[in-house]
């Protein structure tokens, strides 16, 4: 696997086990910030924030309490300067709809837990190949 740029991540997820998963795999991958929020209110109030680095990648899952990843996806995506963010919902929930409705919120890719680890980093590696060479970010405000 070709090494890529270290980077920025938020990571929304409110399972613990699951976290030091997550953030090993991205750790591996070369991630330089990981900043971890329990839930949707706390990501945004993170996000909005002017003093809080702007994350290069979102990885959200779905099912967490106050503000789940679906609201707080539909949030990002709708923001004019959250919105390039690539996200990554890394949830539980294969269910057809679950999937449409990440994709019509404009998720970057969909990963179903337990983790494979290899299917995350392909997802991750993807992304990377195209934003984090590419996106141009803008100013924060």
Do not use: C, W
Request: charged share 25%.
């Amino acid at each position: 696997m070709t090494a890529a740029p270290p980077y920025d991540v938020l990571l929304v997820e409110d399972d613990v086990a699951d976290a030091m998963l997550i953030e090993d795999a991205l750790n591996a991958h070369g991630t330089r910030n990981l900043t971890k929020v329990e839930d949707g209110v706390a990501a945004l109030e993170y996000l909005r924030s002017a003093s809080n680095p702007r994350p290069d990648l979102i990885v959200l899952d779905l099912n967490m309490p106050r503000m789940n990843g679906r609201e707080l996806l539909a949030i990002v995506k709708a923001d004019e300067n959250l919105r390039s963010i690539p996200v990554v919902v890394l949830t539980t929930s294969a269910a057809p709809d679950d999937v449409t409705d990440a994709y019509h919120h404009y998720a970057n890719a969909y990963v179903t837990k337990p983790v494979n680890l290899d299917e995350f980093e392909r997802a991750v590696q993807s992304i990377d190949a195209f934003y984090l060479d590419t996106i141009t970010k803008p100013p924060r405000s």
